[in-house]
């Protein structure tokens, strides 16, 4: 089958977008914001948490989410990485394991947003448009790191916008120091590690 790339591509697109779909519905009928469900009255909140299962692990409360994002992630994923850029040019292989392993980074920021949505009830959570935009910074490491992956220079601007973003929300929010530390070092480190290359960049 000669377009079974452009089917790899498609069936992860469309799994992605079933996904998304899937996790904005559970967000809208089950994560009211703070003054509805404080109108909740004991047995009320007590039911409910138990029909969103709200007191389970994060797996099983987005399993059907997970289910189908993470092969729509990987087939999508695939399609980019088999594909050949449109100028063939040889890359290291030390160069390869260190977008390989941006990517796979940027896809656990991305899932640490996405799965810690503020419980209704909860005290002290993150705030719901915080994790939101800590999941798409995420996501945007992710699809920099694969267009460099085809050698476009956009994707190494892109990695760094998003990851200074992501190092400001890590500090501002508290999360933790180290992980700021690491994040503005992928920053700095991967246009010296590019910079030999840089001439190779379209």
Not at 25 to 43: H, L, T
Not at 183 to 196: D, E, H, K, N
Request: proline share 4%; glycine share 8%; hydrophobic share 60%.
């Amino acid at each position: 089958m000669k377009n079974w790339k452009i089917l790899l591509l498609l069936s992860g697109i469309l799994l992605l977008v079933a996904a998304v779909g899937v996790y904005a519905a559970r967000i809208v009928s089950c994560y009211p914001s703070a003054s509805i469900y404080s109108q909740f009255s004991a047995e009320q909140a007590q039911g409910f948490r138990g029909a969103c299962q709200l007191d389970s692990s994060v797996i099983i409360q987005f399993s059907n989410f997970l289910f189908l994002f993470i092969p729509g992630l990987i087939l999508f994923s695939i399609y980019w990485l088999i594909t050949r850029p449109r100028v063939k040019k040889r890359r290291a292989g030390q160069l390869n394991g260190l977008l390989l392993l941006l990517m796979f980074d940027s896809l656990l920021v991305m899932f640490f947003g996405l799965l810690n949505y503020p419980i209704p009830g909860a005290a002290n959570g993150p705030a719901a448009w915080a994790v939101e935009a800590i999941a798409a910074l995420g996501f945007l490491c992710y699809l920099a790191a694969l267009a460099l992956w085809h050698w476009k220079r956009w994707g190494l601007l892109l990695f760094q916008g998003a990851s200074i973003v992501l190092a400001v929300f890590t500090l501002i929010g508290g999360k933790s120091l180290i992980l700021a530390v690491v994040i503005i070092a992928g920053v700095i480190g991967l246009p010296l590690v590019l910079r030999p290359l840089r001439n190779k960049l379209e």
